[in-house]
């Protein structure tokens, strides 16, 4: 590596201790531009700094020699220097710019590079730091001209060079700087402002097309969980739907023997059973059409969830108080925020969870449900944890699907499904719905949801 590209990987490591915005905005342009002055600054300071020495000896200037020498050390202080601030080095570089130029002001007046000094405050102040902040160092940097031909004036100044200059002469001079001064000023805020408005432009463009890919991605989402619901209708249509319907079937056949008469005992039983039948067959119809609808009133809100899960709680209070059940709410679900979700399918998510974990109690076991929550990344993992009777290991996967049901009908009654309904409501929020559980040791119900719903 040459020693150029090992002084500026220096140079680097020792400016990045500074604060870089993160967002690619003018700022940070101003920041990168700065590293890049601060690199070419000190080999630019050597290259001028020997000649200017001899020329000191001859004219017998050893005053600017002392304050060159001074400005040298304080651009070696900005470059290299490990513990300042970005900001810091900032400061330092123009107090060094305004350091030389008043010094050299005062012992060569109009003959030296005083005013370009000046000149050169506004200009870096302009590009480093921003256009209102370059205004006053004009109003700084006209005082000082002032200041000089006041002193100028009442004669304070000893220099032989200043005092062959009339105040009046040197304010003709001085005023140049100041009215090139506004010139740079103006010109570089135009540019800026044009630069941070195509930066403004580009980066609202970039968030427009990751909106878009991130709607395309929820649409091809939605899509599979559309298709799969197709496939698990067909199943429910061909297996479920038929039972009860071939069960109406087989009576009525019985039914049409001529042995079967009316006020039979096993006549009566029959019509018991088909009327069993069409009950729940009217109960699975209607809870299909309630499963595809989940999700149809698409509308985001913000809620706490602590007080959705209190409202649940209310609304579940006949069964809570019941069976004693308490409904612990962590304390992670009380320091959360208030987040994005479809309220009302997000109130049956909870709704299902906790009457379910009602429902499936231990016998003579108080049924205590905990829910927290945790931050993972994008989403937000719940979990509704029971010390009710579990699940066996084999019905873990089946649980979700609609109409599956681990526990016999006889001891608990259900139709089996409220868990299709959480699953399908979890998925609406972007997550995954998952159970940990084994017979007799109480069951964790874990489902995620995104942390950034579309609205
Ligand atoms: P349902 O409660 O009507 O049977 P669900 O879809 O809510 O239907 O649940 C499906 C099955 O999952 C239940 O029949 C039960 O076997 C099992 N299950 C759900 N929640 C729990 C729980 N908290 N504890 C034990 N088993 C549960």
Same mark, same amino acid.
């Given at each position: 590596?040459?020693?150029?590209?090992?002084?500026?990987?220096?140079?680097?490591?020792?400016?990045?201790?500074?604060?870089?915005?993160?967002?690619?905005?003018?700022?940070?342009?101003?920041?990168?531009?700065?590293?890049?002055?601060?690199?070419?600054?000190?080999?630019?300071?050597?290259?001028?700094?020997?000649?200017?020495?001899?020329?000191?000896?001859?004219?017998?200037?050893?005053?600017?020699?002392?304050?060159?020498?001074?400005?040298?050390?304080?651009?070696?202080?900005?470059?290299?220097?490990?513990?300042?601030?970005?900001?810091?080095?900032?400061?330092?570089?123009?107090?060094?710019?305004?350091?030389?130029?008043?010094?050299?002001?005062?012992?060569?007046?109009?003959?030296?590079?005083?005013?370009?000094?000046?000149?050169?405050?506004?200009?870096?102040?302009?590009?480093?730091?921003?256009?209102?902040?370059?205004?006053?160092?004009?109003?700084?940097?006209?005082?000082?001209?002032?200041?000089?031909?006041?002193?100028?004036?009442?004669?304070?100044?000893?220099?032989?060079?200043?005092?062959?200059?009339?105040?009046?002469?040197?304010?003709?001079?001085?005023?140049?700087?100041?009215?090139?001064? !506004? /010139?740079?000023?103006?010109? *570089?805020?135009? +540019?800026? $402002?044009?630069?941070?408005?195509?930066?403004?432009? @580009?980066? &609202? %463009?970039?968030?427009?097309?990751?909106?878009?890919?991130?709607?395309?991605?929820?649409?091809?989402?939605?899509?599979?969980?559309?298709?799969?619901?197709?496939?698990?209708?067909?199943?429910?249509?061909?297996?479920?739907?038929?039972?009860?319907?071939?069960? !109406? /079937?087989?009576?009525?056949? *019985?039914?049409? +023997?001529? $042995?079967?008469?009316?006020?039979?005992?096993?006549? @009566?039983? &029959? %019509?018991?059973?088909?009327?069993?039948?069409?009950?729940?067959?009217?109960?699975?119809?209607?809870?299909?059409?309630?499963?595809?609808?989940?999700?149809?009133?698409?509308?985001?809100?913000?809620?706490?969830?602590?007080?959705?899960?209190?409202?649940?709680?209310?609304?579940?209070?006949?069964? *809570?108080?019941?069976?004693?059940?308490?409904?612990?709410?962590?304390?992670?679900?009380?320091?959360?925020?208030?987040?994005?979700?479809?309220?009302?399918?997000?109130?049956?998510?909870?709704?299902?969870?906790?009457?379910?974990?009602?429902?499936?109690?231990?016998?003579?076991?108080?049924?205590?449900?905990?829910?927290?929550?945790?931050?993972?990344?994008?989403?937000?993992?719940?979990?509704?944890?029971?010390?009710?009777?579990?699940?066996?290991?084999?019905?873990?996967?089946?649980?979700?699907?609609?109409?599956?049901?681990?526990?016999?009908?006889?001891?608990?009654?259900?139709?089996?499904?409220?868990?299709?309904?959480?699953?399908?409501?979890?998925?609406?929020?972007?997550?995954?719905?998952?159970?940990?559980?084994?017979?007799?040791?109480?069951?964790?119900?874990?489902?995620?949801?995104?942390?950034?719903?579309?609205?």
């Amino acid at each position: 590596m040459s020693i150029w590209s090992k002084y500026k990987e220096l140079v680097a490591s020792r400016l990045s201790n500074g604060s870089v915005p993160d967002v690619k905005g003018v700022d940070y342009w101003r920041d990168k531009l700065f590293h890049v002055i601060v690199v070419y600054t000190l080999p630019v300071c050597m290259i001028a700094y020997i000649p200017a020495m001899i020329l000191c000896y001859y004219l017998d200037q050893p005053y600017i020699a002392f304050y060159d020498s001074l400005a040298v050390v304080l651009v070696v202080l900005v470059t290299f220097s490990k513990k300042l601030s970005l900001r810091w080095r900032k400061l330092l570089f123009v107090g060094t710019m305004y350091l030389l130029s008043i010094a050299l002001l005062f012992y060569m007046g109009v003959y030296g590079p005083g005013l370009l000094y000046l000149l050169s405050t506004v200009i870096f102040v302009s590009l480093i730091y921003s256009s209102k902040l370059a205004y006053w160092c004009i109003v700084v940097n006209t005082t000082v001209c002032l200041l000089f031909a006041l002193a100028m004036h009442l004669e304070v100044m000893d220099s032989a060079m200043v005092n062959i200059y009339t105040p009046e002469a040197w304010l003709a001079v001085a005023s140049n700087q100041v009215l090139l001064s !506004i /010139l740079f000023a103006a010109s *570089i805020q135009i +540019l800026t $402002s044009g630069f941070s408005q195509t930066l403004e432009k @580009e980066s &609202s %463009l970039k968030e427009n097309i990751k909106n878009e890919v991130v709607e395309s991605e929820r649409l091809v989402k939605e899509l599979k969980i559309k298709n799969e619901e197709m496939e698990q209708f067909t199943y429910i249509a061909s297996h479920d739907l038929q039972e009860p319907l071939n069960t !109406i /079937l087989g009576i009525t056949e *019985i039914l049409k +023997l001529p $042995s079967s008469k009316k006020g039979d005992r096993d006549f @009566e039983k &029959s %019509l018991d059973y088909i009327s069993f039948s069409v009950e729940r067959l009217k109960t699975l119809i209607k809870g299909l059409l309630d499963y595809s609808r989940i999700g149809r009133l698409l509308s985001v809100e913000e809620v706490r969830c602590e007080e959705v899960i209190k409202n649940v709680a209310g609304d579940l209070h006949s069964a *809570i108080s019941e069976s004693g059940a308490k409904v612990e709410i962590d304390e992670s679900i009380r320091r959360m925020d208030s987040v994005a979700v479809f309220p009302l399918d997000f109130n049956q998510l909870f709704q299902n969870l906790i009457s379910n974990a009602i429902k499936f109690r231990s016998i003579n076991v108080k049924p205590v449900i905990e829910v927290s929550v945790k931050e993972r990344g994008d989403f937000f993992e719940f979990l509704v944890r029971d010390n009710g009777i579990g699940i066996d290991k084999d019905s873990l996967d089946k649980i979700f699907i609609i109409f599956k049901r681990a526990h016999s009908d006889t001891s608990y009654q259900g139709t089996g499904i409220g868990l299709a309904f959480c699953k399908k409501i979890v998925e609406l929020h972007g997550g995954k719905i998952w159970v940990e559980s084994s017979a007799g040791r109480g069951s964790s119900f874990y489902f995620t949801i995104s942390r950034h719903l579309a609205k």
